[in-house]
């Protein structure tokens, strides 16, 4: 028989983690996973390259295991998470590796949670139909897939699933706004993986209005918000992932749209690589060689693991929800602001792998300690929100609710 998403409170549970993908997200999560060790009693850290799971098991306080695994062979994955044993996968690698490691995660019966959706690796295009495909596999083995436990998607599904239980009686609108005003000092790179920031940003932008989705040129419909502790900036319709889960799961909605700020230096960095075809995502011949252009430049670009050190500024992000409270009308800005110089004194990071590390972390601890249960594929709003909004301030990312009374 199927179960939904069942939420139950926090019970003492141990268990056993396998991390894989040692990026700048997954060196937070393993760092703030190793500060719980009455949660997670043992913690293994597997990726492609094992020096960067050995450097990063370097810095902590208590002994994990770490290996090597390409994620893309659903062979290497199923012998290491029978010679590991964990009860729950965290997927911190690549989109490309989701459906790898949920087939992995099928063949020996262990949850999976990831922070980003599937996208084939030759088609600039995510959507979740391929994971959802996954459904009734899951309920009939058993387990859990925990979808986009990251920041956004991630915490701002949760603040939704927050909204729509203590601040409203209906919501109307969701607009996602999502700001780094930090200064990492150099002319232009990305703050998570540069392959996959790319193709997100020069997508078209899509939003979601009286029941139908609407498309719009790439980075063409702009805004500006004031965002607290940064300030006004100027901020630009999206696609993001997390659109296409709310809309299925916020009762009443009649409009969510997702809404980032960037950069003069970026946007100019950005169109002249376009224009001269460095982020095509095709094969092209170069001398005898096989070359994808977005890939090379990749190889060029500053690791976003390596932002950290003298990064300054902060980070906003959150959700303005309006609709109806007590039969009047009711705006709320719902929010984190992150620094980016504290999160490095602490895991030795930026702000944008801090703040989608450290919902990893909590996503997995709350599947590891039942506290959210279910057995299918599922997204953070599915679930209560309350241990999740609660384990935020415990662990590195408060948030505040304010009355907002803009217009966007
Ligand atoms: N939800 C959110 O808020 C949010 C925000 C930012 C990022 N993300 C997601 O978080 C994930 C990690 O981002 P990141 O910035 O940490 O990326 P990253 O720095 O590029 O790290 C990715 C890691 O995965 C490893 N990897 C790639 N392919 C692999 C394979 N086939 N087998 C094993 N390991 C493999 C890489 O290995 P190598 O070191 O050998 O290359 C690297 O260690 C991405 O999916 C990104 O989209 C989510």
Not at 23 to 47: N, R, W, Y
Not at 82 to 100: I, T
Request: charged content about 20%; glycine content about 8%.
């Amino acid at each position: 028989m199927e179960r939904g998403p069942i939420s139950f409170a926090r019970v003492r549970c141990m268990g056993r983690v396998l991390i894989i993908g040692a990026g700048g997200v997954g060196s937070v999560t393993v760092q703030k996973c190793a500060m719980v060790p009455d949660v997670f009693e043992h913690i293994c850290l597997a990726s492609r390259t094992l020096a960067k799971c050995d450097a990063i098991a370097a810095r902590l306080k208590r002994t994990i295991r770490t290996a090597q695994v390409d994620a893309d062979d659903v062979d290497q994955l199923v012998g290491l998470i029978r010679d590991d044993r964990p009860d729950l996968v965290v997927n911190l690698a690549l989109p490309y590796q989701d459906l790898h490691i949920m087939d992995a995660c099928l063949r020996t019966g262990v949850h999976y949670l990831d922070t980003a959706n599937y996208e084939p690796p030759d088609v600039a295009h995510f959507e979740y139909a391929w994971q959802w495909a996954y459904h009734d596999r899951f309920s009939q083995a058993g387990i859990m897939a925990l979808l986009g436990s990251g920041f956004d998607p991630g915490v701002t599904n949760v603040f939704c699933a927050y909204a729509q239980k203590h601040l409203f009686d209906e919501i109307h609108t969701i607009d996602i706004v999502d700001c780094n005003g930090g200064d990492h000092g150099l002319p232009f790179a990305t703050n998570f993986n540069p392959e996959i920031n790319i193709r997100e940003v020069t997508a078209k932008g899509r939003y979601w209005e009286s029941g139908q989705w609407h498309e719009t040129e790439p980075l063409s419909v702009h805004r500006s918000f004031d965002f607290p502790g940064i300030g006004p900036r100027q901020m630009t319709l999206m696609y993001h992932e997390e659109l296409e889960s709310l809309v299925k799961h916020i009762k009443g909605l009649k409009r969510i749209r997702f809404w980032m700020t960037f950069g003069e230096e970026y946007l100019t960095h950005l169109r002249v690589l376009q224009n001269v075809g460095l982020t095509r995502i095709d094969a092209v011949e170069y001398e005898g060689h096989t070359i994808v252009p977005l890939q090379f430049l990749k190889a060029l670009l500053p690791d976003p693991a390596s932002l950290g050190e003298g990064y300054t500024g902060r980070t906003c992000i959150g959700c303005v929800v309006e609709g109806v409270r007590d039969g009047k009308p009711a705006r709320r800005f719902i929010y984190n602001t992150c620094d980016h110089a504290r999160c490095y004194e602490q895991v030795e990071a930026q702000a944008v792998a801090y703040t989608t590390g450290v919902p990893a972390m909590i996503g997995a601890m709350l599947v590891l300690t039942k506290t959210w249960l279910g057995e299918g594929v599922f997204h953070m709003e599915q679930f209560d929100p309350d241990p999740f909004m609660g384990a935020l301030k415990e662990h590195g990312l408060p948030w505040e609710v304010m009355p907002w009374n803009g217009s966007i």
